[in-house]
T-cell receptor, first 118, second 115 residues
């Protein structure tokens, strides 16, 4: 089946630094990817839709200058948390539509990236 | 307003017993419906989905779910749970339009399986 890989799985950084998280579709192409955020013991909230070759679409309340998204190829989307602060600490999960094997309209999720900002 | 409600935050069930997780949604039209499972520190795995057709949907790991339009519900069931079923379960809905990938998730139900 389709696989979405995220890297890194864990990252710890100092306040004020920037962190980049990669999301790759390993065996299929994804013109669109979705970035979710999950706080401890809470549900997932959609942050933005990443579009290959064009600007990302951000959900209401998500700072586009804080969370930079780049979708430079059909298999890679990156999320950069700029000038990170402790309140940005969270679990970030990406997903991509899987149109391989399991049929249309199913999202495959990455394993997530846990960011801790000190 | 659109919403997904999972009334049970936490459920404890004995191994071998049956399990039912509730999910209710409020949506403008019948959406696409999903159940995902998340193990600690992991991403989400799709258990099953409903798009149309038969309202009783079979999924992986012995799970099934029934869509009831009149109740706006999509409850997840398993006849006999295994210790490995201990995890967080999320119900999700998505539009049937081009933006179907923008899922809205419920708050999740934590399932604990006792010996």
């Amino acid at each position: 089946g389709a696989v979405v890989s995220q890297h890194p799985s864990w990252v710890i950084c100092k306040s004020g630094t920037s962190v980049k998280i990669e999301c790759r579709s390993l065996d299929f192409q994804a013109t669109t990817m979705f970035w979710y955020r999950q706080f401890p013991k809470q549900s997932l909230m959609l942050m933005a839709t990443s579009n290959e070759g064009s600007k990302a679409t951000y959900e209401q309340g998500v700072e586009k200058d804080k969370f930079l998204i780049n979708h430079a190829s059909l298999t890679l989307s990156t999320l950069t948390v700029t000038s990170a602060h402790p309140e940005d600490s969270s679990f970030y999960i990406c997903s991509a539509p899987d149109r391989v094997g399991s049929g249309a309209n199913v999202l495959t999720f990455g394993a997530g990236s846990r960011l801790t900002v000190l | 307003a659109q919403s997904v409600t999972q009334p049970d935050i936490h459920i404890t069930v004995s191994e071998g017993a049956s399990l039912e997780l509730r999910c209710n949604y409020s949506y403008g039209a019948t959406p696409y419906l999903f159940w995902y499972v998340q193990s600690p520190g992991q991403g989400l795995q799709l258990l099953l989905k409903y798009f149309s057709g038969d309202t009783l949907v079979q999924g992986i790991k012995g799970f099934e779910a029934e869509f009831k339009r009149s109740q706006s519900s999509f409850n997840l069931r398993k006849p006999s749970v295994h210790w490995s079923d201990a995890a967080e379960y999320f119900c999700a809905v998505g539009p049937t339009t081009d933006s179907w990938g923008k899922l809205q998730f419920g708050a999740g139900t934590q399932v604990v399986v006792t010996p």
